[in-house]
């Protein structure tokens, strides 16, 4: 069977937020994209992920005018509750850094943006099989797949994006004498639960105690997100929903803490931690966006927000490539080709900031859990550091100018 080729300026491998966003925004800018994704689009909607939208984030979504229900479904937050043993202290982002976060779940942003494309006539291919991705070093990059009716089919472009997610095949192209992995693993992960309850407080609830981590988040009036710090090989199914919701009970403290809304638990997942930075994020002719180039553990939240950050450096690089190639006479089919400065400087500007969030995420991570075999120093020691945060006004704009996204 001979396979049916399409041509575009970029080819994206990787249908989530990031893959998308680009798709869209290139072509506000006439710069024409196709997307493929191995999964389905009904999976990737209803696949749990981080809930919390910086600022500049919310605005990405708001500007590119996709029909985001960020605003109407989406809830204001001004400020976050740290506890530690018990005592909480709110961070009052609005007054420390004048800006919110926003809460509407990443998978809401997903389904705004495959929608909106989809609506557009961008051309999409869900549920795709044996990818490949060739000729990155060439000037006739192009990506072959089987789609979901069997038929063998490849994209032509200029320039292939990969966003393809944590487990990237796209990043494995870069060869290795040019590539940087860096990587650390921790040893716990979370555990993540929805519940049919009630919001137990106004605003999210970042705890720690001698028993670890967790984090009390929201999803709507009715429906609630919450995670605790577990052991990386917890068998989900091993935890009842009493043992769950007591043991969260007992991190936020039992004598005058908050009072834990409990329900139904309607989904439980164990969610892995690792760092991992590629670098460079750039080579030939394929540029890496989001989780693909990058992951950070969950805490603060960053990941999404990270990969919106990296689109935003990136568009205005490619749109300088492909002018620059529309004025250049053309070439011949697969010569060689040199990474362009432009992308060049995407990887350069986009990992000052990756690795900014990385040290965030990282230290976030190491305040608010407790280490396997920790003795009581340890936990003393993070309490000094956990009153420097919350103490003083200096702390406080440290964790909330973080969190809710440095200006660019
Ligand atoms: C959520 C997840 C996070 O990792 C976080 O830091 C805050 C909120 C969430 O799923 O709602």
């Not at 063998?152 to 487990?167: K, Q």
Request: charged letters at 25%; one cysteine or more; a negative charge.
């Amino acid at each position: 069977m001979t396979a049916h080729t399409t041509r575009v300026d970029v080819g994206i491998v990787g249908g989530g937020p990031a893959g998308l966003m680009t798709a869209l925004l290139l072509k506000r800018r006439g710069i024409s994209a196709a997307v493929i994704e191995t999964r389905t689009k009904d999976t990737i909607h209803h696949t749990q992920r981080a809930g919390i939208l910086e600022a500049a984030t919310v605005s990405m979504l708001v500007d590119a005018e996709v029909g985001s229900r960020v605003l109407t479904e989406g809830h204001e937050h001004e400020g976050t509750v740290l506890s530690f043993d018990g005592e909480q202290h709110r961070i009052d982002f609005q007054a420390l850094v004048g800006r919110s976060v926003w809460l509407y779940p990443q998978n809401e942003v997903f389904f705004d943006l495959a929608n909106a494309w989809e609506r557009e006539g961008g051309e999409i291919h869900w549920a795709v099989t044996d990818t490949q991705v060739h000729g990155i070093e060439t000037t006739s990059p192009r990506i072959s797949f089987t789609d979901a009716h069997a038929q063998a089919r490849s994209i032509e472009a200029d320039l292939i994006i990969g966003t393809d997610g944590s487990r990237s095949m796209c990043r494995r192209l870069i060869p290795e004498e040019v590539r940087t992995d860096h990587f650390i693993s921790y040893p716990f992960a979370w555990f993540g639960i929805l519940c049919e309850a009630p919001p137990t407080a106004p605003e999210l609830i970042y705890a720690n105690s001698e028993l670890g981590f967790a984090l009390i988040s929201q999803r709507n009036e009715t429906v609630q997100r919450m995670y605790f710090q577990c052991d990386p090989d917890t068998d989900p199914d091993s935890w009842s929903e009493d043992a769950i919701f007591d043991h969260i009970q007992q991190v936020l403290g039992t004598e005058g803490g908050v009072q834990l809304k409990r329900g139904p638990i309607i989904d439980k997942t164990v969610l892995p931690f690792r760092s991992y930075v590629c670098d460079p994020l750039s080579h030939g002719r394929l540029a890496l966006a989001g989780d693909a180039g990058h992951t950070v553990p969950p805490t603060g939240a960053k990941g999404l927000n990270l990969a919106f950050a990296d689109v935003r450096v990136l568009i205005p690089c490619v749109e300088e490539f492909i002018t620059e190639l529309r004025a250049d006479a053309p070439g011949h089919e697969g010569e060689a080709a040199e990474t362009p400065e432009s992308l060049r400087r995407y990887s350069r500007t986009a990992l000052d900031r990756v690795w900014k969030a990385q040290n965030f995420s990282y230290w976030a991570t190491n305040l608010l859990h407790r280490q396997p075999d920790e003795n009581p120093f340890t936990h003393r020691r993070r309490r000094g550091e956990f009153d420097a945060i919350t103490g003083s006004v200096h702390g406080q704009a440290y964790f909330a100018d973080s969190y809710t996204g440095w200006s660019d």
